[in-house]
């Protein structure tokens, strides 16, 4: 048994391949990662979609749908009332669409909630979101699905929705005469986009903002109210700092259903669609059961609708694998890119949060902004009917829902329309990545433990023979060993005693031991620990910090948000570059040794390694963006020792890579490259001041997005990542003696 | 001067922690509290108590009468001091186990000068020095107070903190060889928990070598101590509960019958939600040997001669097989870890036990939020993580026994292990 037999036998061979050749070896992880990933693009590698739950039934029953005029209807009256009332406003025609329901006989109710705008001076937004609720005649009302259009305003620079309300109106009087609904139907209108859908949401869940402290946790044993007004005051400085949790009041709602099983989500602002784009992506980056995205493919074929995912076109036939292949990376590569943010592009993104399966399906016509696909004018266009057949099938199937969606997939890419990767298949893509990193701590790990010294010193040829010398000396042993199969208590070693070269193993030993402990003294655990918890405390305050930039920016400068928290986070991260090379040397009497920082150097690997893992189980697109990006920083980092003299080049280049990779540099490299793409007619300067304003949008939406709707990618980024790159950042500029 | 500015630092902390918002959050982590020792079940069990219902007949409490009591009479009389408490009880606790560490350090100082003729020439420079061992007590110390284990498990409010501070002052009555102190606390902490019973043989061990008498009557002696203060404790709890011991079944009951299956870090619950109904009884018991008895006798007779190891070893494996474990207990006996300092150099999967620690440590959390509230994971991604934490954990016991058996090796017989010219393998026998 391995585990309790001993380890060290053998394992100073392992060792020392390890640490010749841990560095292609990472190498070749980080390349065998990329290939893993293009690869999975080919049909070879990743599967056909199928259903997994067969409760689903899809596509069974007779299409009944016959609301053709009256969608028709709804959407001329929608829109004379748009043109005549509402041409001016944002405002929602709450009235009318009461009024339609309310002729409907649903249960109709409105819900009004209410914004503080987080790092505005007071700002309040106000909004009302109108829903009714058909009641299933035959349960009660334990279960519900729920249809729901955002409301656009025609001033609103986005597609309009008004062909989804009145397929919505349509489809809920078609639903109105049918008994054999198991659930109920909520039909939701929003107004404010996805604020106003998170405001529903949480209204209907009931979200408590306020958790109680422990004291209000004691119930009746905790009477006396003065002692509580006391304890109150221990944390109010910094509550109200850090209490972002009451920016969204979502009001209550006055009606309810039972617990939501699946939503789908309308963007229509024509029935005379040429292809429907299913959208998925959601909060955070989380997905849909991949059996809701099927069952939604594959009815719209049934229905005779074009559909599409990203860069694929399900009426596209792709004339060799190649053609295929490029394709299913390109549609991986645009559902990541979707991802990544974890902003959700759709109002179905936020349900995902509360653990309820929705899509988005958003009509396109031929000159949609968001691409050109091939071929896109011989296609017919839709209309009202195909339109509402297709969802009456996805809501017949989904009624047939005996349980909440858990059978396929949760976690996976999605190839094409019909192809999808698992989790299975892409993690050895991630975990290959975190590995490279791991392998690098566990070879600098090797080398601190048994550190050869003396070989260092000396030339490099003495140093070869000597690992030479006992690469022979060691081989022929285990060989013999293994061969015989041993299990070999010892009794008597004094018989071997007097062989040379056991002689010199023992002096090597003895010397190692008293090295070691040398070692072991002159490592200070505190001064690395305080290092740590520092560099963490500070990716803590820049995470709090905006607030106050946008506090002091407005009050000062008379600076709108963004730009005060842009430059103020680059104030602050010119700070740290500057201040944090100097921390190291914080709680400490000696400037750190070669064994400290290398100590460093592992937990800043491990930590790497846990973040990718981590985040590649939440978001595998980000985690897959992340690794791939810090796993070169991270493998680059090494300990520079005054003595041996490194190139200064290598080094300048070293530290241009982690400047480059600090978070913020990023995302504004990025932003103007992308926007040198997207306008290549502009003048650089134009292109670089216009990247500048979308990282500065870019920043203040990922804070808003934390703030309301608990999107925990800033939230990363500055507590996780900006405390890594500071570390490395200390590593790369501190140098050691000996 | 050190040493007081950690408590105050630690203690702060702690305090702190308990009267942020993410105390309720905390307190409601499966990882920190399980339903023996939540402080939510905690509550309401006092809430009946307090009016007039027996909190046994129920299902949700399961705290040791004793306890009950005790904690009813603070939350009614002084419910504000409890986070002080709860965070005294936890200094404490590290005020005994560094307590415990330097007496221990003591001994170790004498046994080693004891054996010094018997060293090879060669091993000297693995004895210890004072100033080597004079850290050890500090690193216990810094350990307990500081490892975000016990922090999150003081912090969470737990009946663990209690269960660590018997722990810690059993022990430290045992290493000084107060008998009837160390049996009453070791009889105190089964009475709560049942699993510390096993450490009754490495605390009888060291009584015994305290005592220098007759060695089988100082056995005898203290076994007898630990029977009769355990039986007053059940006698007592039963007086408290008016006569009835019907209390046993819902406390020694269920940890040892597992009928509440709640997700922990733990290796029962995952088994026991696949298991068929009439194949349970066998596997309880199979899985209740294997955290109570099955490893007592064989530790026994090859550690007999370091029982501060065994008592470490079987702490740590209690806590790993133990029907609902918590991080409170794996942070307590990682503070216990820094006493076998030296051992170190002689431990191989360092490396790779805290890789798992750390990696486990944060994808625990993940997948658990993923399983609960995105819908979207499953309790298997869950028990992986908790499996490969359990797995590290055994990797760091049988990787730290197996490290003292090599030094005692390489003390005895110097540091070359060739056999015949040949170098040879050790193995755990």
New interface residues.
């Given amino acids: 048994m391995g585990l309790l037999s001993d380890p060290e036998y053998g394992s100073m061979r392992f060792i020392k391949v390890l640490k010749r050749i841990h560095y292609p070896l990472c190498f070749l992880f980080y390349i065998g990662a990329l290939v893993w990933f293009f690869l999975l693009g080919h049909r070879e590698f990743n599967n056909d979609t199928y259903f997994s739950e067969n409760a689903l039934l899809p596509g069974l029953v007779t299409n009944e749908f016959n609301g053709e005029q009256t969608a028709k209807q709804y959407h001329n009256e929608f829109l004379q009332e748009l043109e005549d009332k509402y041409e001016d406003t944002d405002e929602m025609p709450v009235p009318w669409l009461v009024a339609k329901m309310s002729q409907l006989h649903l249960e109709v109710y409105t819900h009004n909630f209410t914004l503080n705008y987080p790092l505005g001076q007071g700002q309040v937004f106000k909004g009302t979101n109108v829903y009714g609720i058909l009641r299933a005649p035959r349960t009660s009302s334990l279960e519900a699905l729920v249809l729901t259009v955002p409301y656009r305003p025609l001033s609103s620079h986005q597609k309009g929705t008004t062909a989804g309300v009145a397929l919505m109106l349509a489809f809920a009087q078609f639903a109105r005469s049918k008994n054999y609904w198991a659930k109920d139907i909520i039909f939701l209108v929003t107004e404010h986009e996805q604020l106003g859908m998170q405001a529903w949401l949480e209204a209907y869940h009931g979200l408590q903002s306020n958790p109680g402290t422990f004291y209000t946790n004691l119930g009746s044993f905790w009477k006396s109210t003065d002692s509580e007004r006391k304890s109150k005051k221990f944390g109010s400085g910094f509550d109200s700092w850090l209490d972002h949790s009451r920016c969204l009041d979502p009001g209550t709602l006055k009606g309810r259903s039972g617990s939501i099983q699946a939503a789908i989500n309308l963007e229509f602002h024509t029935p005379k669609i040429k292809y429907i784009e299913v959208k998925v992506e959601g909060l955070n980056g989380q997905l849909p059961n991949l059996d809701l995205v099927n069952l939604v493919h594959k009815l719209c074929v049934k229905s005779g609708i074009y559909h599409s995912y990203k860069n694929s076109y399900a009426w596209v036939r792709h004339r060799n694998n190649m053609d295929a292949w490029m394709n299913g990376i390109w549609t991986m590569l645009g559902m990541m890119s979707a991802q990544i943010a974890g902003v959700p592009n759709g109002n179905h993104g936020l349900f995902h949060r509360f653990g309820i399966e929705a899509v988005t399906l958003e009509g396109r016509e031929a000159d949609d902004p968001a691409g050109n696909p091939p071929r896109i004018h011989q296609l017919t266009p839709s209309n009202f009917y195909r339109l509402g057949t297709a969802l009456e099938s996805i809501f017949r199937s989904l009624n047939n829902l005996l349980e909440r969606f858990h059978q396929s997939y949760f976690f996976y890419l999605l190839a094409a329309t019909d192809r999808f990767i698992s989790i299975g298949q892409y993690m050895p893509s991630l975990c290959l990545l975190c590995g490279a990193m791991l392998i690098r701590a566990l070879s600098l790990w090797v080398s601190l433990q048994k550190d050869e010294e003396p070989e260092k010193n000396e030339t490099e040829i003495t140093d070869k023979k000597n690992e030479d010398d006992d690469d022979k000396d060691v081989e022929p042993k285990n060989e013999d060993i293994v061969h015989e199969g041993l299990r070999k208590r010892i009794v008597k070693p004094e018989t071997a005693l007097k062989q040379d070269t056991k002689m010199k193993e023992e002096k090597q030993l003895s010397e190692r031991e008293s090295k070691k402990d040398v070692v072991e003294d002159s490592i200070s655990v505190v001064s690395i620990g305080a290092n740590y918890f520092l560099v963490h405390l500070i990716g803590l305050g820049v995470m709090n910090s905006p607030v106050i930039f946008s506090y002091i920016g407005a009050k000062y400068f008379d600076q709108p948000s963004e730009v005060s928290v842009y430059y103020g986070l680059i104030c602050v991260s010119a700070l740290i570059a500057v201040i944090s090379p100097f921390l190291l040397k914080l709680f400490r009497n000696r400037p750190a040794n070669r064994e400290e920082l290398t100590i460093i150097n592992i937990l800043l690997l491990i930590e790497m390694a846990t973040l990718g893992v981590s985040l590649g189980m939440h978001n595998i697109s980000l985690g897959l963006c992340v690794c791939a990006l810090y796993t070169p920083l991270a493998l680059f980092v090494a300990v520079r020792s005054k003595d041996v003299k490194e190139r200064s080049i290598v080094v300048f280049c070293k530290q241009c890579l982690c400047l480059l990779l600090h978070p913020l540099v990023t995302l504004t490299a990025c932003m103007m490259v992308y926007s040198r793409i997207l306008f290549p007619e502009e003048a650089i300067l134009g292109a670089l001041s216009r990247g500048r304003d979308a990282a500065m949008q870019a920043i203040m939406f990922s804070i808003v997005d934390s703030l309301i709707y608990g999107n925990w990618l800033f939230n990363v980024a500055t507590t996780v990542l900006l405390p890594t790159w500071i570390i490395s950042w200390q590593i790369l500029c501190n140098t050691v003696a000996g | 001067m050190a040493v007081i500015l950690k408590y105050i630092v630690a203690g702060l902390v702690r305090y702190?922690l308990?009267?942020?918002?993410y105390?309720?959050?905390l307190s409601n982590r499966v990882e920190i509290a399980t339903p023996l020792n939540s402080w939510k079940r905690l509550?309401e069990g006092?809430?009946l108590y307090e009016h007039k219902i027996n909190p046994y007949e129920g299902d949700s409490f399961h705290e040791s009468p004793l306890l009950l009591i005790f904690f009813y009479g603070v939350?009614?009389y002084t419910?504000?001091l409890?986070?002080a408490i709860f965070t005294f009880m936890d200094i404490l606790t590290a005020y005994f186990l560094y307590k415990t560490a330097s007496i221990f350090v003591k001994v170790f100082k004498n046994s080693q000068r004891k054996i010094s003729e018997n060293i090879a020439t060669?091993?000297k420079?693995?004895l210890l020095s004072d100033s080597?061992l004079k850290e050890v007590p500090e690193y216990v110390l810094s350990v307990y107070l500081?490892n975000p284990y016990s922090v999150l498990n003081c912090v969470g409010?737990t009946t663990t903190v209690v269960q660590n501070l018997l722990l810690a002052v059993s022990l430290w009555g045992s290493v000084s060889g107060h008998r009837l102190l160390a049996c009453a606390f070791i009889a105190l902490a089964t009475h709560q928990a049942l699993y510390p019973v096993t450490l009754i043989v490495p605390l009888s061990i060291l009584l015994a070598d305290e005592s220098k008498g007759c060695n089988k009557c100082s056995y005898i002696r203290t076994l007898l101590v630990f029977v009769v203060c355990w039986g007053f404790l059940v006698y007592i709890s039963a007086y408290i509960m008016d006569g009835s011991y019907s209390y046993v079944y819902n406390t020694y009951g269920f940890i040892l019958n597992v009928p509440d299956l709640k997700p922990n870090i733990g290796l029962f619950w995952y088994f026991f939600t696949e298991m068929f109904e009439h194949f349970r009884l066998l596997f309880v018991c199979a899985f209740q040997i294997n955290a109570l008895i099955l490893y007592i006798v064989p530790l026994t007779l090859r550690f007999k001669d370091e029982p501060v190891l065994l008592a470490t070893v079987l702490i740590a494996l209690s806590s790993i097989f133990r029907s609902y474990p918590c991080i409170g207990d794996v942070g307590f006996y990682l503070a216990l870890l820094p006493i076998w300092k030296h051992l170190f150099?002689f431990m191989?999967?360092k490396?790779i036990v805290?890789?798992a620690f750390?990696?486990t440590s944060?994808?625990g959390p993940?997948?658990w939020?993923?399983w609960i509230?995105?819908?979207?994971?499953?309790a298997n991604?869950f028990f992986g993580v908790t499996l490969s934490f359990a797995t590290a954990q055994i990797?760091l016991i049988?990787d730290l026994m197996?490290a003292y058996l090599?030094r005692e090796?390489t003390l005895k017989?110097?540091?070359?292990?060739?056999?015949?010219?040949?170098?040879?393998?050790?193995?755990?026998?």
């Fill in positions: 702190w308990i009267h942020t918002d105390w309720q959050t509550i006092i809430y939350l009614k419910p504000y409890l986070p060669d091993s420079t693995l080597q500081f409010m150099n191989q999967q490396f805290g890789c750390i990696i944060a994808l993940t997948v939020h993923l509230y995105s819908g979207s994971a499953n991604f990797f049988t197996f090599k090796f017989h110097g540091s070359s292990r060739l056999v015949d010219g040949k170098p040879a393998k050790l193995v755990l026998r």
